[in-house]
């Protein structure tokens, strides 16, 4: 049951990071109602799944291959 939510709440991460591109770690963890640890490794489980992310110079995040020439 516990893995089942897991992965509800990654789909959700997921989700979130495509149609709110370009905010700091912050803003998404603040949305999700969680604290930015957990957000952050939210993000590594993301990555081990083979969903990138980059973080631009300003540290705010994108899928990567989206927006690379946004500054």
Same mark, same amino acid.
């Given at each position: 049951?516990?893995?089942? &939510?897991?992965? &509800?709440?990654?789909?959700?991460?997921?989700?979130?990071?495509?149609?709110?591109q370009?905010?700091? &770690?912050?803003?998404? &963890?603040?949305?999700?109602?969680?604290?930015?640890? !957990?957000f952050?490794?939210?993000?590594?489980?993301?990555?081990?799944?083979?969903?990138?992310?980059?973080? !631009?110079?300003? *540290?705010?995040?994108?899928?990567? *291959?989206?927006?690379?020439?946004? *500054?």
């Amino acid at each position: 049951m516990a893995r089942n &939510a897991n992965e &509800a709440r990654l789909a959700e991460v997921q989700c979130i990071l495509q149609r709110n591109q370009g905010e700091k &770690a912050s803003f998404y &963890a603040k949305t999700l109602g969680i604290h930015r640890y !957990d957000f952050n490794t939210m993000l590594a489980m993301l990555d081990e799944r083979g969903f990138r992310l980059w973080e !631009d110079e300003k *540290g705010c995040l994108w899928v990567f *291959g989206e927006h690379q020439n946004e *500054g």
